[in-house]
């Protein structure tokens, strides 16, 4: 009730009727070609048993050849053939009538049954704030990456340190200058609050007591300039470099304890790291 009333309910997209129906269409497909190779096995192994071993290229105009020089009787494969290139037509009919399928065939090695299958998961691309929230869609499953384990990345996460964590929120940074109080230090990450601590980031000293007796407009925009003056050191300009550079790579989030945000000196730090090309969210 909580993501109601504050508005960050996510939308539930429902596809069209035809949308629904072009995906039945590729389901469909999927399952002729599952058929063709189920056929193309057995008869890749007779080949093998009767001493024609050609891999792909029994399935070329010579390897068709040798096949059917092995009195086989291929009718069940032809079938399936036939049919799985009616299915081809019908997809590249479907996708001629979609503006985004075309673009997406623009691409190297891209053809319509693939263009399709993805305007048809993803929808309308608006619905996307940013890229990387396209890639939390369409991520790679298991086994699917090259190092044949699962990534998954997410915008940099600026939170209020002691809360819940997000799905995949990754390592939570405390860019505070002070540990939470009565907490033990072996808890901060069991409660939430931090699994590394980063003053690196955090007000100085002098400027947390400032912030705390700004009540006006006026004081916090003084404040937020001295903030952005102290950001501007090497050392801490570094880090901010580091962290938009990591954003691209890994999830981690950033915090603090405030709880309004836009009084707190993580919304500043937000800004910071976007202007430095990262991805953040709220």
């Known amino acids: ?18 949308e629904r129906d072009l995906r039945q269409l590729l389901v469909h497909r999927m ?6 190779t189920q056929v193309k096995n057995p008869l890749h192994a007779l080949a093998i048993s009767h001493g024609v ?3 792909r290229k029994l ?4 390897g068709r050849k040798d096949l059917e020089s092995l009195a086989l009787l ?11 290139a009616s299915l081809d037509r019908a997809v590249e009919e479907a996708g001629r009538e979609s503006p985004e399928v075309a673009r997406l065939c623009t691409h190297p090695g891209v053809g319509r049954v693939v263009s399709l299958a993805f305007v048809l ?9 940013h890229s990387r929230a396209l890639h939390l869609l369409v991520r790679p499953r298991d086994g699917d990456s090259a190092a044949g384990k699962r990534r998954t990345y997410m915008p940099i996460a600026v939170v209020r340190l002691g809360t819940p964590r997000r799905p995949h929120e990754g390592l939570r940074l405390g860019t505070v200058r ?4 009565g907490v033990p230090k072996a808890e901060f990450a069991k409660r939430n609050f931090y699994d590394v601590w980063l003053p690196n980031l955090a007000p100085s000293a002098e400027l947390v007591a400032f912030a705390l007796q700004a009540k006006e407009e006026r004081s916090w925009i003084a404040f937020a300039r001295k903030y952005r003056a102290e950001m501007n050191k090497p050392e801490a300009a570094r880090v901010l470099d580091v962290l938009a550079a990591l954003s691209h790579q890994t999830s981690f989030s950033v915090g603090c304890y ?5 009084r707190c000196h993580r919304s500043i730090l937000k800004k910071l790291l976007a202007e430095r090309g990262a991805e953040v969210v709220s």
């Open 59 to 62: 399935w070329s105009a010579q």
């Open 74 to 84: 291929p009718w069940a494969a032809r079938r399936r053939k036939e049919l799985l």
């Open 1 to 18: 009730m909580d993501l109601w009333h504050t508005g960050r309910f996510p939308r539930i997209r429902v596809p069209s009727l035809d």
């Open 258 to 262: 405030c709880e309004n945000e836009e």
């Open 31 to 36: 399952r002729q070609v599952r058929a063709r």
């Open 178 to 181: 002070r540990p939470p109080r």
């Open 121 to 129: 998961t993803v929808g309308p691309i608006e619905r996307f704030s």
């Open 53 to 55: 071993c050609r891999k």
